[in-house]
């Protein structure tokens, strides 16, 4: 099992940045793809970026292209996400989530969950 816990979430005004970050614990994080996903109130959750176990390759919804980067430090277990350029349309709670297997853009193939952080951006 692994246990993810979410930060760095806040208020930031549109243009600006936060980093989120993910800690792992629990098995052995190098096992496991990783990725990110957010769930803006009334709409249903989403896709915004996925890496590999080894960090080696890495997905973005288009919505975020250019503007969101996913990295991991696994020797920290720690999986992050910088945002950039934030747009109002960005605000919701994002989750980092785990699976034992390739990373994937689809929620149900994830096996773990945080607890998410909010992020709201103003206009």
């Known amino acids: 099992q692994v246990q993810l816990v979410e930060s760095g979430g806040g208020l930031v005004q549109a243009g600006g940045s936060l980093r989120l970050s993910c800690a792992a614990s629990?098995?052995?994080?190098?096992?496991?793809?990783m990725g990110w996903f957010r769930q803006a109130p009334g709409k249903e959750r989403e896709f915004v970026t996925a890496?590999?176990?080894?960090?080696?390759?890495?997905y973005y919804a288009d919505s975020v292209k250019g503007r969101f980067t996913i990295s991991r430090d696994n020797a920290k277990n720690t999986v992050y996400l910088q945002m950039n350029s934030l747009k109002p349309k960005d605000t919701a709670v994002y989750y980092c989530?785990?699976?034992?297997?390739?990373?994937?853009?689809?929620?149900?193939?994830?096996?773990?969950w945080g607890q998410g952080t909010q992020v709201t951006v103003s206009s």
């Open positions: 890496i590999t176990s080894g960090g080696t390759s890495t």
């Open positions: 629990g098995d052995t994080f190098s096992n496991y793809a």
């Open positions: 989530a785990a699976v034992e297997g390739i990373a994937s853009q689809f929620d149900w193939e994830y096996d773990y």
